[in-house]
């Protein structure tokens, strides 16, 4: 290893950066506060982040901006019926947010919350060498706190949107989410921008699903050209429960998910799938991990791309099964169409067993559209342009599909049909 | 030949066959029937020795022997042959490779010699044709691949290889097609003699037509409710269970 | 009742290791320990050309930056590189003018071994070239081959005899800077096998080399050079043994391939190193570097059955540079008790209509860990590139582990890459339908698990196929009658 002494990139970033005055617990702070003292932002040297590049984060200089939304527009709605929160750059704008709050439902901004309410923020997420993660907590803006009580139908769909506005912004966002013994909810996260370039927006959202608890989660991405999002779902599951999460990633020039999932109780489900549409010198990495920590559990994880001229995408989804976790049933599957030549992808499926009586599998293709069909169609009379977006439509249909949320559907549709042309 | 008294066995805790008795004697052919879910699978696992199953109660006498004492192998050595409802795929195993290992290991049981390559090609010539069963197929993986009648037959085929003392075929007729289901049950008329017996385990009457029992026993929930000839089949057919439950539960 | 897996796991670990014997012959060992003078003391021993030694000097140095890697999902106690002895060789280093020539005790050996050169030659037709601990004791065939203009030697001999062959390809695969392992070795080789096979040859036998571990302590760095020119054909067979003892051994070997336009070579490994005793004391590293460059039209095949080592780190790769060239990697590895294996290949596309093919088949028993770690790389130029990956992992026992890490890296839009991998437990409804069939439990899962190998040992040669079902079945089966 090179261990030459080179200028810590972190220790600069942070002198821009205000402490959170939240009220999370001191331990907790401190850990992250050693490990932003002891680290710099990873480089393509660490593992997890081989084929993704954070220099350009790393020199973001940030400016106090001002809050600037007066009014929201629906291209920031992604559901109107919904339960709606909106933050801008990290802080909650009490105008735009619902006030009228369902029976059984505790829903309000992180710092609103007591110590004792946020004595899980930072219990599962991984601090140590995590510098996002250490960044987030030692410095979180404020977030959305969401505790369901036991046994509660949730009717309503709740909506958190994010929007991020102004010039080299930086929002660390944090999120605390409990969903009580058997009850069930819905849950959709739209990350948007407004007016912004050179942003940063760093979000860690901690999920707990109870006992025979419910919880699906959409995600939307699409924040403008020139912005950067990294952001962290730490899930954990008790026994019974069942967790499925939709993460479409739409715009955006560096986004990196990390969705971290353990299974701590028997007899769960979980289903985790996602799309990523990428054109222009975007980059996109999805890093997903599933870890089966008890037996009788099934998982199925989805994720399909298509990138266009010099846009790279990078999954790498594990899957863990602990030792004595048996009878699990683990599938993962990766697809990816390159529709340009400068376009490029890297795949990183990974099963790690340690039980035998199992039954894991993952896959993992890329290649371009399939020609002969797109001759097929032009050969009924459909140009070439349509016979080829008919091709990608129906590639990542499959994966929209799995979105129950109709409203969820037809706002990615729209933005597809708005960002890409692509009809559906 | 084979004395099945007071059977009861159950898999995780639930009882399914509930003191079952049954007696075949050499040269005899008997047919179980029954609807779905009376335990008719159940008789087949538990007699060719699937560990899932817990025997709690009762005795089963094969040849002067107790079957119950011994191992699933040791089972098929002494004679007892059980023809798949769904014969298990094993991929990269040849067919032939592994037949030759099974009549190798069986007369190995017997304190026979090993088979010579020459006699045991034409042998599996000679009951190949038997069953219809292409020569090809001896060279694939273990029912990789084959369809359904092929799987059925191939079945049929090993039986004929292994030449048992008892046979039992586990639904051997669902999902045939005519044409297999006469070359099914004419492999196992030509295997008859007296000296072997087999237990049909079916659904339906139809493959009675071509495999004529002496014998005809109901099989519901775990017992053995009825007994009487072919002509029983054709009232099971013609009438349903229905008349059977009625009147078990009548007494 | 029945046989339970549980069983069958004791049984697997009571399964001791066939091959593990001694050889009594008094050795010429260098001091142990690593510096400049033990390299320039291999050197003079070798009466080696200059630029060969300042070769060693380089790597020596460039080794000394660089850190032993630790990606790998293995754990194990650094060797450490003062306490092995880099030089061992059998005494009595004279040639044999004949084969009634040689020690008695070495032909034991390799009796022992199952590779009697009397029975190779007269039988099988095989050209072995024995490489016990360092030096290269016995050549045969060379007539033959040399008829053919094929060179089969020595690496040692190579360089005295061919030392511009040597020279101009030794190197060009692997680079001396090119991993911690491969930087070593390049240090300190002493001996191992050079193959050169001229323009539109077709090499008429299997050419082989034993390679074995036998004095305590020592490393064994072999390295391989093996140059098919345009249009020829060889297929090049290689089987490892090491005694039982008690320490771990370092084996740093590097094997180097170069196929020329249209050429073709087809590699074969059979691997059986000590794996350790039961409580996972002793056995070999195996940390090994090899690969192989493909010109124009040119294929590259590794086949690999891997049943020993305490530790495996290894990768068979292919750099298919060539327009329309082809690599393929067949794998068998299998590991039971402590031992671990990291291993795979690396497919790397950079010329047009490039292909390569891979199928691993992982068997993991005992308390082992078994994992396969594979680079598919399209560079921006490989038009039409394809690849096929197929991973399966087997699972014995509930202690032991599988792993699959696919590293996939596709810049090329018109490339069409497959990767599929399964991991599962040996089937319980196989193992009954062979037990009504009549068939011990034992054989029940030799014969399952070969069936599931069979796409790998399809590709071995057919002696060495047969050695491979061996092999499986010594590692598998367990002793109960």
Same mark, same amino acid.
């Given at each position: ?278 054109? /222009? ?115 990542? /249909? ?27 | ?160 290889? !292994?030449?048992?003392? !008892? ?85 | ?210 390679? =074995? ?159 396969? =770690? ?108």
């Amino acid at each position: 290893m090179n261990d030459t002494i080179q200028v810590n990139k972190l220790n600069a970033f942070i002198d821009q950066l205000t402490k959170t005055d939240l009220p999370f617990s001191k331990d907790i702070i401190a850990i992250s506060d050693a490990t932003i003292a002891s680290n710099d932002f990873p480089t393509t040297r660490t593992e997890a982040w081989k084929y993704t590049r954070v220099g350009k984060i790393s020199s973001i200089h940030g400016n106090d901006s001002e809050l600037i939304i007066d009014k929201i527009s629906d291209s920031h709605i992604i559901d109107a019926n919904a339960l709606t929160f909106v933050f801008e750059n990290g802080e909650l704008i009490q105008q735009f947010s619902n006030k009228e709050i369902p029976k059984g439902l505790d829903i309000k901004s992180i710092s609103q919350a007591s110590e004792t309410e946020l004595a899980l923020i930072g219990k599962n997420v991984k601090l140590e060498k995590e510098v996002f993660n250490s960044l987030n907590t030692s410095y979180a803006t404020d977030g959305i706190f969401v505790k369901i009580d036991d046994k509660i139908q949730l009717e309503q769909t709740i909506q958190i949107i994010h929007i991020v506005t102004g010039e080299n912004t930086i929002s660390n966002m944090r999120n605390l989410i409990q969903i009580g013994r058997f009850s069930e909810a819905k849950i959709i996260f739209g990350y948007f921008s407004s007016e912004a370039t050179s942003s940063f927006t760093n979000v860690v959202t901690e999920i707990f699903v109870s006992e025979n608890a419910k919880l699906t989660a959409d995600k939307i991405q699409y924040e403008s050209a020139g912005n950067f999002h990294v952001s962290t779902e730490q899930v954990a599951q008790e026994k019974n429960s069942n967790f499925s999460i939709n993460t479409i990633t739409l715009n955006g020039t560096l986004v990196r998910n990390n969705l971290n999932i353990e299974i701590d109780g028997s007899n769960c489900e979980t289903h985790l799938n996602g799309v990523y549409l990428l054109k /222009e010198n975007q980059h996109v990495d999805n890093h997903t991990i599933v870890d089966h920590k008890a037996p009788h559990c099934e998982s199925h994880e989805l994720y399909k791309g298509v990138i266009d001229d010099k846009a790279t995408a990078v999954f790498n989804g594990k899957v863990f099964v602990r030792k004595d976790s048996q009878k699990i049933n683990a599938f993962q599957s990766n697809a990816n169409v390159l529709l340009s030549d400068d376009a490029s992808v890297n795949s990183k499926p990974e099963l790690e067993i340690y039980a035998d009586d199992v039954k894991c599998s993952h896959g993992s293709t890329t290649g371009q559209l399939n020609e002969e069909a797109v001759f097929y169609l032009r050969a009924r009379g459909i140009s070439k342009k349509s016979a080829r977006h008919l091709m990608v439509s129906a590639f990542i /249909e499959d994966v929209i599909s799995k979105i129950k949320n109709e409203e969820v559907t037809n706002f990615t549709h729209s933005i597809i049909k708005e960002q890409f042309g692509w009809e559906f | 030949m084979i004395k099945i008294s007071n059977l009861h066995a159950s898999i995780n805790g639930k009882e399914i066959l509930k003191g079952l008795n049954l007696e075949v004697k050499a040269g005899e052919i008997h047919a179980i029937m029954g609807p779905n879910g009376a335990g008719k699978s159940t008789l087949a696992s538990v007699l060719a020795g699937r560990e899932e199953y817990e025997i709690t109660e009762g005795s089963v006498d094969f040849d002067g022997q107790d079957l119950l004492e011994l191992s699933t192998e040791d089972r098929a050595r002494e004679g007892l042959f059980l023809a798949f409802q769904y014969p298990i795929e094993i991929p990269g195993v040849s067919n032939i490779n592994f037949l030759r290992t099974s009549l190798n290991e069986i007369r190995d049981y017997k304190g026979e010699e090993q088979i010579s390559a020459k006699d045991f090609l034409a042998k599996v010539k000679e009951k190949s044709a038997l069953v219809e069963l292409d020569s090809k197929l001896a060279s694939r993986s273990v029912n990789e691949g084959f369809s359904g009648g092929e799987k059925k037959r191939n079945e049929i085929f090993q039986m004929a290889m !292994l030449e048992p003392k !008892l046979a039992i075929l586990d639904e051997t007729d669902s999902g045939l097609d005519i044409d297999a289901l006469r070359i099914v049950a004419n492999g196992v008329n030509k295997l008859k003699s007296d000296k072997n017996a087999t237990i049909v385990i079916t659904h339906y009457q139809r493959l009675l037509d071509y495999i004529i029992p002496d014998f005809v026993h109901v099989l519901y929930d775990g017992r053995i409710v009825k007994s009487g000839t072919k002509e029983l089949a054709l009232e099971l057919e013609e009438k349903g269970y229905d008349w059977i439950k009625a009147e078990v539960e009548a007494h | 009742m029945g046989y339970t897996e549980n069983e069958l796991a004791k049984d697997l670990e009571n399964q001791e290791y066939k091959f593990g014997f001694v050889t009594d012959i008094e050795s010429d060992k260098a001091p142990n320990g690593l510096n400049e003078d033990i390299i320039r003391f291999i050197s003079a021993k070798k009466n080696e050309p200059e630029w060969l030694l300042d070769h060693r000097l380089k790597a020596f140095a460039t080794w000394k930056t660089m850190t032993e890697p630790s990606w790998a999902h293995v754990h194990y106690t650094k060797p450490n590189m003062q306490e092995i002895c880099f030089y061992s060789a059998p005494k009595q280093t004279k040639k044999y003018e004949s084969w009634d020539d040689v020690d008695p005790e070495m032909k034991e050996t390799m009796k022992k071994l199952g590779i009697s050169m009397e029975e190779q030659k007269r039988l099988t037709g095989v050209a072995v070239d024995f490489v016990m601990d360092s030096v290269s004791v016995a050549t045969s065939f060379k007539s033959k081959l040399n008829e053919l203009g094929i060179i089969f030697c020595s690496f040692s001999e190579a360089v005295q005899e061919h030392p511009e062959l040597v020279r101009k390809h030794m190197g060009t695969v692997v680079p001396t800077s090119d991993n911690y392992y491969a930087a070593l070795n390049s240090a300190v080789f002493t001996d191992g096998s050079f193959c050169y096979i001229p323009k539109g040859v077709r090499c008429p036998m299997e050419l082989s080399t034993y390679f =074995r571990i036998n004095e305590g302590g020592t490393g064994q760095f072999e390295r391989t050079l093996v140059v098919a020119d345009e249009g020829s054909y060889v297929s090049y067979l290689e089987g490892c043994t090491a005694p039982q003892r008690d320490e771990n051994q370092l084996h740093a070997a590097v094997v180097e391939l170069i196929a020329l336009e249209n050429a073709e070579i087809k590699y074969s490994t059979v691997q059986n190193w000590y794996p350790g005793n039961k409580e996972g004391i002793g056995g070999i590293f195996n940390f090994v570097t090899k690969r192989g460059i493909c010109e124009r039209n040119a294929k590259i095949s590794w086949t690999q059955v891997e049943t020993g080592s305490a530790v495996t780190w290894k990768y068979p790769s292919c750099i298919l540079k060539g327009d329309n060239s082809v690599g393929e990697f067949y794998s068998v590895a299998v590991t039971n008790n402590y031992q671990q294996a990291d291993t795979g290949t690396k497919m790397i596309h950079l010329g047009k209509n490039t292909k390569s093919t891979i199928i691993s088949k992982g068997i993991s028993a005992g308390k082992s860990q078994n994992s396969y =770690r594979g680079l598919v790389q399209i560079h921006k130029n490989a038009t039409n590139a394809r690849n096929f990956s197929q991973c399966d992992s087997l699972l014995m026992s509930d202690e032991c582990g599988a792993h699959t890490f696919p590293y996939i890296e596709c810049k090329n839009s018109s490339a069409k890459i497959e990767h599929e991998a399964t991991t599962s437990k040996i089937g319980e409804d196989q193992i009954f339908y062979c037990q009504q069939r009549g068939i011990h439990i034992e054989k029940a899962i030799s014969l399952i698990v070969n069936g599931y190998c069979k796409e790998v040992l399809n590709q071995l040669p057919m002696e060495f196929a047969v050695e491979a079902q061996k092999l499986l079945e010594i590692s598998l089966e367990g002793s109960v009658g």
